[in-house]
């Protein structure tokens, strides 16, 4: 199954709420939620106080991208503001097993990225220990750039290296995802596409959302025929 999470840092935020319980009700089952602290990128976008407020409203997984410097301070507060994962950068902490074992002992899900130029193969120490992979597809930092193309052959890596092990680990893609991309992202092997303007942006958000829900539909059942292809063989 795959999975759309909308990036609250392309909604518009006076009609918060709304926009949240339309991706809910569009189908998006995760929202995410993109801390940065201006430090470790260069902007600021919002935190805790935003996350409590909302985590009311929707009842989506709450998918928090930290974008900060030394994660470990303040997992426990994201998690207290209703994070049911928490995704930190590798090149943001200099423990990142450390990091992963606090966000289990609170109790939810680890995730763990990759800015664009960090070699795939610095996470595999981590595969087996994390719930997911966050490849960015963009230089993180700032909503509505366009994908980097480098980052097909990046996750098709990294896809291969989990199947071929078999590992229980998703890979999320995040940064310049719309409709005219996604099918590409998915057949790469992204497993979650986080999208932001093309969720929020020009259309309707239920119009926008169900160009995704279209393109993961369709791939689902190409996928389901090769399955049933390779049970006949
Ligand atoms: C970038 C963020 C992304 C961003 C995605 O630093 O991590 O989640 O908001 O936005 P779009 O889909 O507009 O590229
Ligand atoms: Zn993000």
């Known amino acids: 199954m795959y999975i759309l999470a909308p990036s609250l840092l392309a909604a518009d935020f006076n009609i918060l709420g709304q926009q949240i319980l339309e991706t809910q009700k569009a189908g998006a ?4 939620i993109d801390v940065m602290d201006g430090v470790f990128v260069p902007s600021i976008s ?5 996350m409590k407020s909302i985590r009311g409203t929707s009842e989506q997984f709450f998918d928090v991208h930290l974008m900060i410097t030394e994660p470990e301070r303040y997992l426990k507060e994201f998690v207290e503001c209703g994070a049911d994962g928490i995704t930190f950068h590798l090149e943001a902490t200099g423990c990142a097993e450390k990091a992963i074992e606090e966000i ?3 109790g939810v899900e680890a995730g763990i990225s990759i ?3 960090t070699p795939v193969e610095a996470v595999y120490p981590y595969l087996d220990r994390v719930e997911m992979v966050l490849i960015m597809s963009v230089e993180p930092g700032f909503g ?3 994908f980097m193309p480098e980052a097909y052959q990046r996750i098709r890596q990294l896809r291969d290296y989990i199947d071929e092990r078999r590992l229980p680990v ?5 940064g310049g995802i719309g409709k005219k991309n996604v099918r590409e992202v998915i057949d790469a092997g992204a497993d979650i596409c986080v999208a932001g303007s093309a969720v929020f942006k020009k259309r309707s958000i239920s119009v926008n ?8 539909k369709e791939k689902e059942e190409k996928n389901r025929c090769s399955d049933g292809k390779d049970r006949q063989k």
């Open 29 to 32: 089952k995760y929202l995410h």
């Open 46 to 50: 919002f935190g805790m106080p935003l």
């Open 104 to 106: 289990h002992a609170l």
């Open 115 to 117: 800015k664009p130029g």
């Open 144 to 146: 509505g750039q366009p």
């Open 170 to 174: 998703k890979i999320e893609v995040d």
């Open 209 to 216: 959302i169900s160009r995704f829900m279209k393109a993961f």
